[in-house]
């Protein structure tokens, strides 16, 4: 907290050593929370990924934490949040690093995912009662106590370049960028400042890539990311340019 600057974001800030997911203790108490509180843990037992998967966040080699926002926003232009998450992060993320954005939501650093964001909208009837952004970072994890599963797509800051991640100072870093990022969106409604840092650090923009929707699998060429945050593709079998959503389809090289 010391030295945070900036206004509303991390102006209440949740610090446990342990918590199943700092994403669902955010959401027991949504309500509650005042916009812009920060919910950090130093280690989750039972932490959350994108598409019902699990997330790995030891102590000591990881930052899980959990940012509860309550903006006044179309639901289609949820997803762009997690554009603008990664935006900060990797803005937080480059003195250190040469990191990328696998679209949408993972930061990769020599082609290995290093950290990962989660968002979860909560609604009370149809009108929406916060959003919660999930970040995970693997800053000082060590190659050997990562499970095996992951070993060969996933890394840390540290096993990367050698160096140790002051945990605190990237916090604070990545909160700056946010709570600006956020506060010009909300007050301009314009995404592109941070969609054009997500365009320009994309790891998948020009290149070729399967992507795989419900029933079908089809190579295709990353174009750019739209106005809504999707990744505009051209298939190569039909020669046809479509946005995709990123809950409905996955990129695999
Ligand atoms: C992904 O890449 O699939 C998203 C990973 C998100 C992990 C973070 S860690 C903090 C927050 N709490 C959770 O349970 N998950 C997110």
């Known amino acids: ?46 932490g959350k990924g994108r598409l019902g998967r699990n997330w790995s966040s030891p102590m000591g ?6 940012v509860i926002v309550k903006p006044r926003i179309d639901f289609a232009k949820i997803p762009l949040l997690t554009q603008l998450t990664a935006a900060s992060l990797v803005k937080a993320l480059e003195s250190i690093a040469d990191v990328k ?55 840390s800051v540290k096993a990367e370049t050698h160096t140790v991640v002051d945990p605190n100072a990237l916090i604070q870093s990545f909160l700056i960028h946010f709570e600006n990022d956020y506060l ?33 699998k089809r190579k295709a060429t990353v174009k750019t990311i739209d106005s809504f945050g999707r990744l505009v593709v051209t298939y190569h079998d039909t020669n046809v340019t479509e946005a995709i959503n990123s809950s409905a389809f996955s990129i695999r090289g």
């Open 101 to 155: 954005i696998k679209w949408p939501n993972d930061i990769i650093l020599n082609r290995k995912k290093i950290a990962g964001i989660l968002i979860e909208s909560e609604f009370r009837g149809d009108s929406l009662s916060g959003i919660i952004i999930g970040i995970g970072i693997n800053t000082n994890l060590n190659k050997h106590n990562m499970p095996d599963s992951f070993r060969d797509k996933a890394s």
């Open 61 to 66: 080699g990881s930052i899980s934490m959990s």
């Open 1 to 46: 907290k010391k030295g945070l600057e900036t206004t509303f974001i991390g102006e209440t800030l949740h610090l446990h050593s342990t918590l199943r997911s700092t994403n669902a203790y955010a959401k027991e108490n949504l309500s509650k929370h005042r916009e812009g509180t920060v919910i950090l843990a130093q280690e989750q037992t039972s």
């Open 184 to 216: 010009a969106y909300m007050t301009t409604g314009d995404p592109s400042p941070f969609l054009s840092l997500c365009t320009e650090y994309s790891a998948l923009i020009g290149k070729d890539y399967w992507v795989t929707g419900k029933d079908h």
